[in-house]
């Protein structure tokens, strides 16, 4: 009896495992299909070129920034891939643990 109720429990338990594994698997890939379609749809489109009309109407101090970061004349950025590290811990007392990120933005005007 308690052979069995172990076998069984064996069985719930990698029953268990393989759900997490495989659901994990299933997310990382429409996550990379996603990502791919994304920035696919960007390279059909042709960026644009910002011009100094284009910063005319901005505040002075952002028109200035932009200038000074040599701006004007450069694609429009529609798509960010963001990657990101670092530790955290859930608890004052819990040894830090690693974490990484990885996020898409596509920005349409």
Avoid at 54 to 79: A, F, S
Wanted: glycine share 6%; proline share 4%; aromatic share 10%.
């Amino acid at each position: 009896m308690i052979k069995s109720a172990l076998i069984v429990l064996g069985i719930i338990v990698i029953l268990l495992a393989s759900t997490a594994v495989l659901g994990g698997v299933a997310f990382t890939k429409r996550t990379r299909n996603e990502a791919k379609e994304l920035f696919k749809e960007s390279d059909m489109t042709k960026p644009k070129v910002i011009t100094e009309e284009d910063v005319q109407n901005l505040p002075e101090p952002v028109q200035r920034y932009l200038r000074y970061t040599q701006i004007i004349g450069k694609e429009e950025i529609n798509t960010v891939r963001l990657k990101q590290g670092g530790y955290f811990r859930m608890k004052e007392d819990q040894k830090w643990m690693p974490i990484t990120a990885e996020q898409y933005f596509r920005a349409v005007f």
